[in-house]
């Protein structure tokens, strides 16, 4: 048994450091093989640790567990920032993502009102998102695309507190409280918001945690704040909060209170859709009808399918992949909301969203569509938690024998965490070397952008829209031709949609042409 132990620590310790070689160099030749997947390694690293953890337990350091909490809100912020903004210098950002936001943003602060040209409307007509305005200080700081990754990182991280905090009043054990937090932050769909540019549904995972933590506790004012600045993240975030109602009807039995916040939650879903988004938009709201339009053309008629017309939505849920879905949200939090029925309930609504339609997008557990869902996961693996751990210490009190007794709520800790690890094990690439250092074309792309003046229209490639969206007018190439003043992509795009007569090559470098409009007569 010891010489199995040895093979397998020695084996761990050569994966771990192969990775490491890996991260660092971009990859290498292993006799015929080329190693060049941060992944694989992580993925055969994660397999190794499970068998060691599995043949004898593994003794982990003795540390304050606050003090693990803090590290690991630390090590997510320094990582998950590290990798957003050199993704973002390395142009893999998008448009419609951050270069959207950004010139949001941007344009509340030059005062001329949440305005946008991708597509050229007023960015209420698209969603409505007035949490946008607490962010205005940004463009005064310097960049706002790196800013916004860096505050949206912040925001991520924090709800590792939170976790932290809400199982620590309810679990009663230090040690317990740190692991669950922990174990958010090493939550894949945690890394998948992340990494997926900025959406403003994001800083709704830390703030539905911080309302629950917050009516736990008490302190009321502070519940309604976290619930407001939800549903002023965007109109969508009051199906949140109908989750949240949920929460409070079923986990606290607050049936009055949490069944005015639902009714609450979805008149202002049906204001926003049918009235303000809009008055903005000059016709109906849009992403109902292209996401559900088999379900109906209003959230009133959606409402009443999913209430009386079982046929329709049935067999759109239990697809395989979505329930592949579904085990990969479960997986990752030790299944362990399923103990805690009622406050896994809470979850339902942000799953009916992703589960009711066609749009890939949503069901997949690294997108950004899981902002919705994830807390209340958190929240309900909490008080599964709870009540895993009250029943472990009832069975090894009465010295029950049994498999039964080695899920102790730690040992379900980690393995969740490993399945997490697993799950997640894509995101390391973004570590590599090769993946932030810039090379040739991107170190061009740059030179090419700092030759822009600041403040006139541009159309430009897609993935440089983020650089440049500081400003009143930036489309993407070839989109309003007429109405740009530069124009920056690649030799490709351009060779195949050349701009109208009265634009002059100014420039060319690493595959890319900046083009500039000749002065009029």
Not at 335 to 341: D, H, I, N
């Amino acid at each position: 048994m010891r010489l199995a132990l040895r093979g397998l620590d020695a084996a761990a310790l050569l994966l771990a450091s192969m990775l490491l070689a890996v991260l660092a160099t971009g990859g290498f030749m292993l006799g015929p093989v080329r190693i060049a997947r941060p992944e694989d390694l992580l993925l055969a690293l994660v397999g190794v640790a499970a068998v060691r953890v599995l043949v004898a337990p593994v003794a982990l350091p003795r540390v304050e567990p606050s003090m693990a909490v803090v590290g690991g809100v630390l090590g997510y912020a320094l990582v998950m920032g590290f990798m957003t903004v050199t993704r973002h210098f390395a142009f893999q950002t998008h448009a419609l993502d951050l270069g959207q936001f950004a010139q949001i943003v941007w344009s509340i602060a030059h005062g001329d009102g949440p305005w946008m040209t991708l597509p050229a409307m007023h960015a209420w007509g698209d969603h409505f998102s007035p949490i946008l305005y607490l962010l205005v200080p940004l463009a005064r700081l310097g960049p706002l695309a790196p800013s916004l990754l860096i505050v949206q990182t912040l925001s991520l991280a924090a709800g590792g507190l939170a976790v932290f905090a809400f199982a620590r009043h309810h679990l009663r054990d230090d040690r317990l409280a740190a692991g669950l937090a922990l174990l958010y932050l090493a939550n894949p769909s945690l890394h998948g918001i992340n990494v997926r540019d900025v959406h403003v549904q994001a800083f709704a995972v830390p703030l539905l945690m911080a309302a629950a933590l917050a009516f736990d506790r008490r302190h009321w004012g502070w519940c309604a704040v976290a619930v407001l600045l939800v549903l002023s993240c965007r109109e969508d975030g009051a199906v949140a909060i109908v989750g949240f109602a949920v929460w409070l009807a079923l986990a606290r039995r607050r049936w009055a209170l949490g069944s005015a916040v639902a009714v609450g939650a979805v008149l202002l879903l049906a204001f926003d859709t049918r009235v303000v988004i809009p008055h903005y938009r000059g016709e109906a709201y849009t992403h109902l009808v292209k996401r559900y339009v088999h379900l109906g053309d209003s959230v009133s008629d959606v409402l009443i399918t999913l209430a009386v017309r079982p046929w329709r939505w049935v067999p759109v849920v239990l697809q395989p992949p979505k329930l592949v879905y579904l085990l990969a949200i479960l997986a990752p939090v030790g299944f362990l909301p399923l103990l805690a029925p009622m406050a896994a309930a809470s979850a339902l609504p942000g799953l009916a969203v992703n589960l009711l339609t066609f749009d890939r997008v949503l069901f997949n557990y690294r997108s950004q569509y899981q902002a919705f869902v994830l807390p209340f996961l958190m929240l309900a693996a909490v008080e599964g938690c709870a009540r895993l751990q009250e029943r472990w210490t009832r069975r090894t009190q009465h010295g029950a024998p049994g498999w039964r007794d080695r899920l102790s709520p730690g040992a379900v800790l980690v393995a969740a965490f490993l399945i997490s690890l697993a799950l997640t094990a894509r995101t390391v690439n973004d570590l590599a070397v090769n993946r932030w250092r810039l090379g040739p074309e991107q170190r061009a792309a740059h030179a090419l952008l700092r030759r822009i003046p600041p403040g006139v229209a541009v159309g430009v490639n897609e993935r440089l829209v983020p650089h440049l969206a500081e400003r009143h007018e930036v489309y993407i190439y070839d989109t309003a031709v007429e109405r740009s003043q530069y124009v920056l992509d690649l030799d490709g795009v351009l060779a195949r949609h050349p701009p109208p007569a009265g634009f002059a090559v100014i420039a060319r470098d690493g595959g890319w042409t900046l083009l500039a409009r000749l002065p009029g007569p």
